[in-house]
């Protein structure tokens, strides 16, 4: 059993690659819960285009869900349990709905999933028991979101099988998020589960987030491919599982210049004010990078009006230009492209590095950081006749398994007929 090949070429274009996914995926399932009924769902990882390390203080940001996701066959079983099982992980996800305030807070998937249900309950809506198995191409702790691709997965089962389908992508972003800082003691914005849930590339802006709890969004029509370039991820080897303080000290940094310009977040200041009160914070402040992060913040937000402007224009050219400034200014100004207290360790500047000599060899591309930064993975926006090439190449350097070709996809997270 799988789905029809006309939605999955809808969603994956190469119909025959996706049965042989979707039919392991519905006989794994058959075999673990005994039974053949069973409906299936999709929910992609996602990149970040532009707009890096702005959403936590009120900026706008470009992102996209992509060609990796994590697939999922499920049935809800007359039940309060809930059952999840993943191809390839040993950790099962089991308990009872009704004993969701006792399970443990902290503790990876099982906390995630309980955690998702309180917030469905908390925010109104319905949920039974059920079993899912998921199987996932999203690679884990890479800076694609692997975790909120899970995340969004099962909002869609619960949303389809408990809620008539009627819970909004935004629902999802917040259900998520709430899991995610609660249950997960996981400090989480909206972005990340807003690209994942929406498909296509969006256009963020969470200057209102602080005082509604949402964030404006908008699709737009960002296709890499019909300028003749794809996207390439590369995980250089080093995962981001343990820079929690890393992550901190950007938002945290931002805000204390936001602070001596008066406001709580810097959405509501300038950088016309923040040059203006520069020559005083130099030495009130006695952090520089504080200081260059802010410079960062202003300018990206920019940056992500001018994309969508280059965008509405198709200018593809405008479009590379500013993927490559935006990184420059994540290496230069947010400094996220290492951790500060081991400089021997530099593997996404040295998988830059690597990439820009292959850019400068074939005179086209970019690439940047992309998500979190400091370990995990970088991005290479390049032409499509030389993408094998590269990977190739940067096999040499990480192997090939961790180069991953991908572009922005049209389906976000969803039922499949």
């Given amino acids: 059993m799988t789905p029809s090949k006309k939605a999955l070429e809808n969603i994956y274009g190469n119909a025959a690659e996706a049965e042989a996914r ?106 039974g028991g059920f ?32 809620n008539d389908s009627k819970l909004s992508i935004v629902d999802y972003a917040k259900i998520g998020q709430s899991a995610e800082n609660v249950y997960w003691c996981k400090a989480s914005g909206l972005m990340d589960q807003m690209a994942c849930a929406a498909g296509g590339a969006i256009k963020l802006d969470f200057s209102h987030s602080f005082n509604n709890g949402t ?31 890393e992550y901190s000290s950007v938002p945290g940094e931002m805000r204390l210049v936001a602070k001596e310009l008066g406001v709580k977040n810097l959405c509501e200041s300038n950088v016309e004010k923040l040059l203006e009160k520069t020559p005083e914070l130099i030495g009130k402040l006695k952090n520089d990078r504080a200081l ?58 040295l998988c830059l590095a690597l990439t820009t000599q292959f850019i400068n060899k074939i005179g086209k591309g970019v690439c940047r950081v992309h998500g979190g930064g400091f370990a995990g993975v970088i991005m290479a926006i390049l032409p499509s006749e030389s993408v094998q090439e590269y990977i190739k190449y940067m096999g040499k350097f990480v192997g090939e398994k961790n180069v991953y070709l991908m572009n922005i996809r049209k389906v976000g997270a969803a039922h499949i007929e």
């Fill in 215 to 245: 964030v404006d969004y908008e699709k737009i029509d960002l296709d890499f491919k019909k300028y003749g370039y794809d996207i390439v991820i590369v995980n250089t080897g080093k995962g981001h599982a343990d820079l929690s303080a």
């Fill in 22 to 127: 979707f039919e392991k995926l519905s006989s794994l399932f058959t075999k673990s819960f005994g039974s053949d009924k069973m409906e299936f769902f999709t929910a992609p990882g996602r990149t970040e285009v532009i707009g890096n390390h702005t959403d936590h203080n009120g900026g706008k940001v470009i992102a996209g869900s992509i060609t990796l996701d994590t697939i999922g066959a499920a049935y809800p079983n007359g039940s309060d349990e809930i059952n999840i099982l993943s191809e390839g992980f040993d950790e099962v996800v089991k308990f009872n709905i009704k004993d969701v305030d006792n399970v443990p807070k902290c503790q990876g998937s099982l906390s995630l999933v309980a955690g998702m249900v309180k917030a469905i309950q908390n925010f109104g809506h319905k949920v």
């Fill in 131 to 162: 079993n899912l198995y998921t199987s996932t191409t999203v690679i884990a702790s890479a800076g694609v979101s692997s975790s909120a691709a899970f995340e969004m997965l099962v909002c869609s089962v619960i949303n389809y099988f408990f």
């Fill in 292 to 349: 260059l992060r802010a410079f960062h913040f202003f300018n990206e937000t920019n940056r992500v009006e001018q994309m969508a402007d280059a965008i509405e224009k198709d200018d593809g050219e405008k479009i590379l230009k500013l993927v490559d400034a935006s990184g420059r200014s994540s290496f230069e100004l947010l400094q996220n492209c290492y951790v500060n207290a081991h400089p021997e360790e530099q593997k996404i500047s």
